[in-house]
């Protein structure tokens, strides 16, 4: 039972670019979550999915795109970066019910120069 | 609006004393409120939830809706407990704030 995995651990962009941060789950949680880690910021909500196909916007959703087409999956997109996305990125996934702790990934380190 | 405040970014005691990490939150709900903390390389994880009424590690953390505060409180901390700390609230449509932590120091 591996829990939530997510790749890369590491990735150096250049502005402009693309890519794409991969999450999976192997614990048949509904909700899944990605949060980005600012250093005296907290973690803010990007986007999280109650279900597969459903999508809602957290907190800081701007230059980032997800689709949840599979239970186990949630994708996180990032289009044209930006240095203010230079970030530790995490995955978080919880089950329906019950009392809502969250499971977390290791988290993605993401620079971009 | 949906908001959780952890006044203190950093906060140093010595091993021994007690410990009170603050937080406060604004919710126009009946909010369901956890702590969880992250240890140096480990992954984020939940240390306790206002309605299991637990204590972990000797941590405990008691609601206060008069206040809209959730502290938690240790009375003798130990050095094992540095760690970062987050306050989180779930919300009514099912996502999770967090506020911005405090990085909790014990000193020998």
């Known amino acids: 039972n591996a829990g939530v995995t997510q790749t890369p651990k590491f990735r150096i962009l250049k502005i402009g670019q693309s890519m794409t941060l991969q999450c999976t789950q192997d614990?048949?949680?509904?909700?899944m979550y990605w949060y980005r880690q600012d250093p005296g910021m907290g973690l803010k909500l990007i986007y999280y999915?109650?279900?597969?196909?459903?999508?809602d916007k957290g907190e800081v959703p701007n230059g980032y795109n997800v689709s949840r087409s599979t239970t186990e999956d949630f994708p996180l997109r990032l289009e044209l970066a930006a240095p203010s996305q230079t970030s530790v990125y995490f995955c978080?996934?919880?089950?329906?019910?019950?009392?809502?702790?969250?499971?977390f990934g290791e988290g993605s380190r993401l620079t971009v120069l | 609006a949906q908001r959780v405040t952890q006044p203190e970014k950093l906060l140093s005691v010595f091993k021994g004393a007690p410990v009170e990490l603050k937080c406060n939150y604004s919710?126009?709900?009946?909010?369901?409120l956890f702590w969880y903390v992250q240890y140096s390389r480990q992954r984020l994880q939940l240390l306790l939830r206002?309605?299991s009424r637990e204590s972990i590690k000797g941590f405990t953390a008691d609601l206060n809706k008069g206040e809209t505060s959730f502290h938690l409180k240790k009375p003798f901390a130990q050095e094992e407990d540095s760690a970062m700390y987050y306050c989180?609230?779930?919300?009514?449509?099912?996502?999770?704030?967090f506020g911005a932590g405090t990085r909790l120091t014990v000193k020998p």
């Open positions: 978080a996934s919880r089950r329906q019910g019950g009392p809502g702790e969250l499971f």
């Open positions: 614990m048949n949680h509904n909700y």
């Open positions: 999915s109650v279900g597969a196909g459903i999508t």
């Open positions: 919710y126009s709900g009946s909010p369901e």
């Open positions: 206002h309605i």
């Open positions: 989180a609230l779930r919300g009514n449509n099912n996502d999770m704030r």
